[in-house]
Each structure stands twice: as structure tokens, then as C-alpha cells.
């Protein structure tokens, strides 16, 4: 039996009895090929920013796990690359998900989360995530790049498929990628010929002006990258941390007696149900020792965030959701080089969009049946979260 069996239903379980027994574990990649599970965070942390460990695919041994198969056009993105062409590729992005940049987007968020909850009503039932969670980092992003609302829906739908599998329709990645790419293809032509004031026509500026920072390629899997990342993480993040609030309901009467909280009390949230298990998976250039195992290389390291986010080592009484608690140093978003690129911008919209939902609704609770999550080991998140929730006095 292999020892990640039941990652997928019970990840913090399994996460708790493969760190408890050893710090790295063999075990199978999701397309069944093998890999090298590590779990502790002193571990995971330092394998973050190891340098001999790289996401590079062409690092890869045949026969091991490399994740999702994408084509050039979409597979030359950051999570991919190491420097220099990662640094030069990041470089060209970042002030637009600085601190800065993002306190100018608090408004325009803020106006978002409010128009959405106008849709819901003063009161009823709704699944949140379908009409809250994912909606809102969407539209940042979408209106961030410059993506037209009539395509906003079956991007959705194109990376859900990738991020969970249906093994019932194995031909359903293939059309996914097929379609984004030439959604991609349409959308760059589309900003070339009718430029307008969006990060997308501006790094299609940078393209066209010196090909030299940014091949078309890159051009394209760069912006893949920017809009699913840009909102996938944010959707679970919202999401996971409304159920824990509704799980814990004496955390969240005291969040709403004091909201100031709320920013230190989003990264207990990314701490304790972040939007990931694992980190992109990792390739040795050479022979690595992690946790006292040498790892031979070319083949495949897999970092468990979920895991090491929850080592006692790290974080005491770890299984507990404690907004009290110093939650800093936790690798819910990654660590060193690759840190995840838009980390400030899904704080924002996460504190946003918690403050705005309980200013709304003091009335929000579990509707009956349980919430049910995605079946992924690449996002840690829900598919549907169904809530009643009523306006004060309605």
C-alpha cells in the first residue's frame, strides 16, 4: 500500500502519520509514477530554497512524476524556470502585485465583494464558493490583465478541469489545454491589435518593443500563469478560511467583535487549511540528503506545505485553529525564489472579502449537507460551500 493513501480525503490524517513516522516517504505521483514525499517544516523550508533542487522539468529523470503536461506555448512560465530567466521573466511583473500596487486595488476589491453580496440578497441560502469565493479573485484578476467578461466563466471551468481531474473523462485535460490555448492565442492578438490600459497590453508592449525580455512564448505562458495562479489560490484561501470560521464559531464571534484582526488572522487560516498541499515538485541536479535521505538525481521531490504547516515542531498544538496565534513563517505560499508572485494581492482580497462578509451577513451559517472538497493534490480547496446567511434584522 502505498503511504500517501488517502492524501486526497484526508490530508491532514495522513499528513500527521507520514511526519510522525519519517521525515521523507517514497510514495506514487498522481499519475502513478514515483516520487519523494517530505513532510517536516524545518525540512520543507529549507528545501524551498535549495538551489540544487530544481523545477525545471529538464532536470527530470524518464519514469518519474513531472505534473501537469502543458504545451510550450503555456509551459514557459514561472513555475517552470530557474534564474537567470526566472529572474528576468519575475522582474517584469512584480511591482504590479507589490504592496503598493495592491493598497490601490483595496478600493476597487472592496466594490467587488459589495456587488457580489448585493446578488445574494438580505437573506436566504447560497453556495459561497460559486457565488462569493471564486467570483471575487476572478474578476481582480480578469480586470487586472484585461480579459473580457464573456470569457471569465469558461476559464473557470478549464482550470478547475486541470486542478481536478475527472478520471471518468480522461480526454478532458487535453480539450482543457487545447481551449486555453487558443483562448490565449485570440486574447494576445486581440490586445495587440486594440491595445488598452492592462498588465496584459503592457508586457505585450515589452514583447514587441525588446524581444530580448520576454520570448512569445513566455509571452503567453506568462499570462496562463498570471490568471490561473493569480485567483486559484485566492478562491481556496477565501473559501477554506469562511468554513474554518463557520467550524469554530467561538473564533469567529471574536473576529467580529474585533475585525482589526482579521489581517493577522488570515495568515493563521493559509496556516491551518492553506490553498495547496504541495509545493510545485522539485528535480536534484545532483544527490540530495533531505531529512537524512538521499534522494538520488533527476528524480522527483515533493514539498508538503499542508504537512509542514502543521509540524508541532513548528506551530504547538498545531491541529487547532488559533487566531490568537503567530502564524508567521508558514509556507502556505511558498518560500524563497518562487514565492508565490501574487502573495500581497490574496491577503488583500482574502481580509476584503472576510470583512466585507461579516459586516454583511451576522446571520452566516452552515446550510445542511457537507461541504465538499476538490479531489486534488493541487489545491487544497472546496467545490461547493453551502451557507444560509441573513442581514441584521432581516
Given amino acids: 500500500m502505498d503511504p500517501a493513501d488517502g492524501l486526497l480525503d484526508h490530508p491532514h ?40 533542487l530544481s523545477v525545471d522539468k529538464r532536470h527530470a529523470k524518464e519514469g518519474n512524476y513531472k505534473g501537469l503536461a502543458l504545451p510550450p506555448a503555456l509551459d514557459a512560465n514561472l513555475l517552470n524556470m530557474e534564474p537567470p530567466d526566472h529572474t528576468r ?6 511591482r504590479a502585485f507589490n504592496p503598493r500596487r495592491v493598497e490601490q486595488l483595496r478600493a476597487p476589491i472592496r466594490q467587488t465583494a459589495d456587488r457580489l453580496l448585493d446578488a ?12 462569493y469565493a471564486a467570483p471575487l479573485p476572478i474578476t481582480v484578476i480578469c480586470d487586472l490583465l484585461g480579459v473580457p467578461d464573456r470569457h471569465r466563466h469558461d476559464f473557470r471551468a478549464w482550470t478547475d478541469t486541470l486542478v481536478a481531474p ?17 483562448f490565449f492565442t485570440e486574447l494576445l492578438a486581440d490586445k495587440r491589435a486594440e491595445p ?14 525588446d524581444g530580448d525580455r520576454l520570448g512569445e512564448d513566455e509571452l503567453m505562458s506568462l499570462a496562463f500563469l498570471i490568471l490561473f495562479a493569480g485567483y486559484e489560490n485566492t478562491v481556496q484561501l477565501i473559501g477554506n478560511a469562511v468554513l474554518a470560521l463557520l467550524e469554530h464559531p467561538e473564533q469567529l464571534s471574536a473576529l467580529r467583535e474585533d475585525p482589526s484582526r482579521i489581517p493577522a488572522a488570515v495568515e493563521e487560516f493559509a496556516r491551518y487549511d492553506g490553498p495547496a498541499l504541495l509545493a510545485i515538485r522539485r528535480f536534484p541536479t545532483e544527490d540530495v540528503t533531505i531529512g537524512g535521505v538521499t534522494v538520488p538525481a533527476g528524480e522527483t521531490v515533493l514539498l508538503s506545505l499542508s504537512a509542514a504547516n502543521r509540524d508541532p515542531a513548528r506551530f504547538p498544538d498545531p491541529d487547532r485553529l488559533d487566531l490568537a496565534r503567530d502564524a508567521s513563517g508558514h509556507l502556505a505560499l511558498g518560500h524563497g525564489i518562487h514565492y508565490c508572485l ?27 449537507g457537507d461541504p465538499r472538497w476538490r479531489r486534488s493534490l493541487r489545491a487544497r480547496g472546496l467545490l461547493a460551500l453551502p451557507v444560509t446567511y441573513a442581514e441584521k434584522n432581516s
Fill in 13 to 52: 490524517d495522513v499528513n500527521r502519520r507520514l511526519r510522525d513516522t519519517a521525515p521523507v516517504h517514497r510514495i506514487a505521483g498522481t499519475d502513478g509514477n514515483p516520487a519523494w514525499l517530505v513532510t517536516r517544516y524545518e525540512d520543507v523550508r529549507e528545501a524551498l530554497t535549495d538551489a540544487r
Fill in 89 to 94: 521573466i519575475r522582474r517584469l511583473v512584480v
Fill in 120 to 131: 445574494l440578497g438580505p437573506h436566504g441560502t447560497a453556495d459561497l464558493v460559486a457565488a
Fill in 166 to 182: 475527472d478520471p471518468a473523462r480522461p480526454k478532458a485535460a487535453g480539450e482543457a489545454v487545447a481551449a486555453m490555448l487558443g
Fill in 196 to 209: 488598452a490600459d492592462d498588465l496584459l497590453s503592457d508586457l505585450i508592449a515589452v514583447r514587441d518593443t
Fill in 342 to 368: 501574487g502573495a500581497p494581492l490574496a491577503r488583500a482580497e482574502t481580509e476584503i472579502a472576510l470583512v466585507a462578509l461579516l459586516e454583511r451577513f451576522p446571520e452566516l451559517a452552515l446550510a445542511e
